[in-house]
């Protein structure tokens, strides 16, 4: 893109509440797009907008479960981050972080993203540590999700189905992990091709820092632009989506992990 800036056009105040869609990995393999997120602008720069998002009213966390909410996201035209914090058992100190960055060439949502994941010392001293799987099984996980209408679909329930197959699996640990107190001596870094199925485009209600973002006479459309909408009443289980009072173009565009 020529322009790296975050574009926002607003018919009205710039305290209006957004509603817009981003694509990004929401669903981690659960089997369903039916989620969305409140956030909160915490950074624009003039390469990187940041948000923190929360699951919105309307996700059943429980029934999906999903865990490390509140998380950072960070977007762009062809690049998305987020900065999660595993919520494992231990001491709170530890270094369980979980930094994921996927960038698309082209700047098409069918296009594949080249994903990096960092794991913390903590965090990947349990990937390493793991001797691997000793026999084979599969596990079967079904689960029911009841979600609100958001963008383009309407209310509903449905049925998730997952199937895991685990095939034997021996390795070897390094010594180290003896001690149970060791750690790696650096973050554990892994970089996989992920498809355009492995991502998602999601309702996200923008509710605080909008002020940051600066306003624009004009936009490029970009794989994470959308139109923006300011409802009139506060965030909802429901999230209504329908004809926006004030339209324009929200256009996240530069990444930097908080």
Same mark, same amino acid.
């Given at each position: 893109?020529?322009?790296?800036?975050?574009?926002?056009?607003?018919?009205?105040? @710039?305290?209006?509440?957004?509603?817009? $869609?981003?694509?990004?990995?929401?669903?981690?393999?659960?089997? @369903?797009?039916?989620?969305?997120?409140?956030?909160?602008?915490?950074?624009?720069?003039?390469?990187?907008?940041?948000?923190?998002?929360?699951?919105?009213?309307?996700?059943?966390?429980?029934?999906?479960?999903?865990?490390?909410? /509140?998380?950072?996201?960070?977007? $762009?035209? +062809?690049?998305?981050?987020?900065?999660?914090?595993?919520?494992?058992?231990?001491? #709170?100190?530890?270094?369980?972080?979980?930094?994921?960055?996927?960038?698309?060439? /082209?700047?098409?949502?069918?296009?594949?993203?080249?994903?990096?994941?960092?794991?913390?010392?903590?965090? $990947?001293?349990?990937?390493?540590?793991? &001797?691997?799987?000793?026999?084979?099984?599969? +596990?079967?996980?079904?689960?029911?999700?009841?979600? /609100? =209408?958001?963008?383009?679909?309407?209310?509903?329930?449905?049925?998730?189905?997952?199937?895991?197959?685990?095939?034997?699996?021996?390795?070897?640990? &390094?010594?180290?992990?003896?001690?149970?107190? =060791?750690? #790696?001596?650096?973050?554990?870094?892994?970089?996989?091709?992920?498809? /355009?199925?492995?991502?998602?485009?999601?309702?996200?209600?923008?509710?605080?820092?909008?002020?940051?973002? #600066?306003?624009?006479?004009?936009?490029? &459309?970009?794989?994470?632009? $959308?139109?923006?909408?300011?409802?009139?009443?506060?965030?909802?289980?429901?999230?209504?989506?329908?004809?926006?009072?004030?339209?324009?173009?929200?256009?996240?565009?530069?990444?930097?992990?908080?």
């Amino acid at each position: 893109m020529s322009s790296l800036k975050a574009l926002l056009l607003l018919a009205g105040t @710039t305290s209006a509440q957004i509603t817009t $869609a981003l694509w990004f990995i929401g669903g981690y393999g659960l089997g @369903t797009d039916k989620m969305g997120y409140y956030a909160s602008v915490i950074g624009v720069n003039e390469t990187s907008t940041t948000l923190e998002l929360n699951y919105d009213n309307g996700t059943d966390t429980s029934a999906l479960g999903l865990v490390g909410s /509140p998380f950072t996201m960070t977007f $762009a035209p +062809n690049v998305w981050e987020q900065h999660t914090t595993y919520p494992l058992r231990g001491d #709170p100190d530890d270094d369980n972080r979980w930094d994921i960055r996927c960038e698309r060439s /082209p700047e098409t949502q069918s296009a594949n993203a080249t994903c990096t994941a960092i794991y913390g010392r903590d965090a $990947a001293r349990r990937i390493i540590c793991n &001797p691997g799987v000793r026999h084979n099984y599969t +596990n079967y996980f079904t689960k029911t999700n009841v979600y /609100p =209408a958001r963008l383009s679909y309407s209310s509903g329930i449905e049925t998730i189905t997952q199937t895991f197959v685990f095939s034997s699996v021996s390795r070897s640990t &390094p010594a180290w992990c003896e001690d149970q107190s =060791a750690l #790696p001596s650096e973050d554990l870094t892994s970089t996989i091709q992920a498809g /355009p199925e492995t991502f998602g485009t999601y309702q996200v209600i923008i509710t605080a820092g909008i002020e940051k973002l #600066p306003a624009t006479a004009g936009a490029t &459309p970009s794989p994470n632009s $959308a139109a923006s909408t300011t409802p009139a009443n506060g965030p909802t289980g429901a999230a209504a989506s329908g004809s926006p009072a004030n339209t324009g173009e929200l256009e996240l565009s530069r990444f930097r992990m908080s």
